[in-house]
């Protein structure tokens, strides 16, 4: 067998230069990822989120197909808005916080909101008793009207 005339041989002994250019992987992004001060992404997630919220039969999957985004993405920007936290949705949108890390961040929070709002008058009572007053003081009230540093 004949070697091709414009093979190349690769030394692993040379140390590879990074470019400084590019993602990491030598390739570079040609579309913006920011547009009006919002991320793309994030942008596309929302929207889908939306979509999701206000259509029952729209699922994360099918949202993620409309508006060219995941449905990872999507189900956390789903948690976002349902918890409420406009401040979070803002850092999400400017790019300053990942999607899932906000998804981390919320995870519990929407949990609870959801247990709450679908919790009897019996077991909120319950758990009143359960957690006592002073505990939901100090660790709910105190802090919702404490400013935040």
């Not at 709450?116 to 007053?133: H, L, M, Q």
Request: net charge positive; charged share 20%.
């Amino acid at each position: 067998m004949s070697q091709l005339p414009h093979s190349t041989t690769f030394s692993s002994s040379a140390p590879q230069e990074k470019s400084k250019l590019g993602n990491g992987n030598g390739h570079r992004h040609y579309h913006p990822r920011i547009r009006n001060g919002c991320r793309l992404a994030a942008l596309r997630a929302f929207t889908g989120a939306q979509l999701v919220l206000k259509n029952e039969d729209i699922t994360p999957v099918d949202a993620a197909d409309m508006v060219g985004s995941n449905a990872a993405y999507i189900r956390v920007m789903v948690a976002l808005i349902q918890t409420g936290d406009q401040t979070l949705i803002n850092k999400v949108l400017a790019g300053d916080l990942p999607v899932l890390t906000a998804g981390v961040q919320v995870r519990g929070l929407a949990v609870l909101l959801k247990a709450y709002k679908t919790a009897t008058a019996e077991t909120k009572a319950a758990f009143g008793r359960a957690v006592t007053i002073d505990d939901v003081f100090d660790n709910v009230i105190a802090p919702a009207i404490t400013p935040a540093e």
